[in-house]
């Protein structure tokens, strides 16, 4: 009965939890339909790799949306969060992000939350990404960086097409990728849907963190256990409809 | 931070006036049903499955998918709210009242974990499962549960965010304390109450 809590020790709610104002600082274009948004916070906490924040839209009326978007930066970067929002068509929030939002603009905010979902050090570790759902794992892949670049992990990251990698120049060696639908001109490596291929056998692996859509988790999920992974070592992290 | 505008925000899904009032704060229209679960989907065969309920009562019960289906069942018209912000109103389940299975085993004690395959948990106070308040569900819009909606059998506790209402379900687990279950232990508040917007621990 206890093996998804048991396999996770709670952590203290370290974050004040309340909305506050973030200013833009910096946008990046990622792919045709993902950006980035820099995010300074004037009551910042570090948060766990792949924790989130909600963010809440107000109009003049005092009509208001939320949504929840996973942090894609490293604690280490001090005073600041990165959220990477996907635009979804007939969405709310994120089309006001994309069209409306501009560097120096004022979000609010409030997080960091959850702990289900979180890195923390536990090794080796595989990160199993579809689409936007690298998201969360680009908090893991950068904070390894900065704090342990020996520690073994490895990417696997399932995309449509080459227009559709974020984090493109970011990533590196531990990463394979899986075009879905057309591989760069030249592409060597894997094709299609992601397959028991890209995932080693029996592994020793402490911790298997899988997200995208439900389809894409369900599907990963279902190769890990085939390949051996114990249940209680994927975490799964299901994108639904965030627009 | 009242008084706060995001400039240039309209607001581009507002809820239609009829649903305004169905709607909690901080949530907005789904037509869907979104699927979310911490970890795969397990598989649970019928000829396997019961149903228990157990801990601090005067006899523990428990019944094979069979014996459970001999249970009154009753439909349930109802509107759900999901913590991840989403709302689905005007939908239906089909199942068993909890009040049926308490009132054979007898609780004795004011709180209960629900129990699933895959081991997931989450508490709730017994008030907040009787008297017509949940029940243990195998038919979602008239048909047999999705397995990945829970099936065969879920628990529906439509008054609380949805992560209350466990997939899966396993059994009922009476205690004399309250003791936080998965998403509890992991940030999220302890009774889920989405009409006072109890999301987060800090709420």
């Known amino acids: ?243 | 931070m009242s008084g706060f505008i995001s400039r240039g925000f309209q607001g581009l899904r507002r809820t239609p006036e009829e649903l305004k009032e169905r709607l909690p704060p901080g949530q907005y229209l789904e037509r869907g049903f979104p699927v979310l679960t911490a970890g795969p989907t397990p598989e649970v065969p019928l000829d396997q499955w019961t149903l228990r309920v157990d801990g601090m009562v005067a006899e523990a019960r428990q019944w094979s998918w069979k014996e459970f289906r001999a249970l009154p069942f009753e439909q349930v018209p109802c509107d759900i709210h999901c913590v991840t912000k989403w709302s689905k109103l005007g939908t239906s389940f089909g199942g068993v009242s909890v009040d049926v299975l308490l009132e054979e085993a007898e609780p004795l004690g004011a709180y209960v974990t629900a129990y699933s395959y895959g081991d997931y948990t989450t508490n709730i106070p017994v008030e907040d499962v009787t008297d017509g308040k949940a029940w243990i569900v195998t038919e979602h819009e008239g048909e047999p549960l999705p397995r990945e909606h829970g099936g065969p059998a879920r628990l529906l506790v439509p008054h609380l965010y949805f992560w209350k209402s466990a997939k899966w379900i396993a059994g009922l687990r009476v205690m004399d304390h309250d003791e936080p279950g998965f998403w509890e232990a992991n940030g999220y508040h302890n009774r889920g109450d989405p009409w006072r917007e109890e999301r987060y621990w800090s709420d």
């Open chain 1, 1 to 243: 009965m206890e093996r998804l809590a048991g396999a996770v020790t709670p952590v203290e709610q370290r974050a004040p939890g309340r909305w506050q104002i973030g200013t833009v600082m910096r946008i990046k274009q990622e792919t045709p339909r993902v950006k980035s948004f820099r995010i300074s916070l004037p009551m910042w906490m570090p948060h766990l790799p792949g924790q989130h924040y909600d963010v809440r839209l107000t109009a003049p009326d005092g009509y208001r949306a939320q949504r929840s978007y996973s942090i894609a930066s490293t604690p280490l970067d001090e005073g600041e969060i990165e959220l990477t929002i996907d635009l979804l068509d007939g969405g709310e929030v994120s089309p006001y992000f994309h069209d409306v939002v501009i560097e120096g603009d004022r979000v609010e905010v409030r997080g960091p939350f959850a702990s289900y979902f979180v890195w923390r050090g536990e090794e080796p570790v595989l990160l199993v990404g579809g689409g936007s759902g690298i998201v969360p794992l680009m908090a893991m892949l950068r904070h390894r960086r900065r704090t342990m670049p020996g520690l073994p992990m490895r990417l696997v990251y399932s995309v449509r097409t080459a227009a559709d990698v974020i984090y493109a120049d970011e990533l590196g060696e531990e990463t394979m990728l899986t075009y879905t639908r057309e591989p760069p001109a030249g592409w060597t490596g894997h094709t299609g849907r992601i397959d028991g291929s890209l995932f080693e056998t029996a592994p020793s692996i402490a911790t298997a963190f899988v997200c995208g859509s439900n389809s894409f988790v369900e599907a990963a999920a279902g190769l890990l256990l085939d390949a051996g992974y114990a249940p209680e070592r994927i975490r799964t992290e299901r994108f639904g409809p965030t627009g």
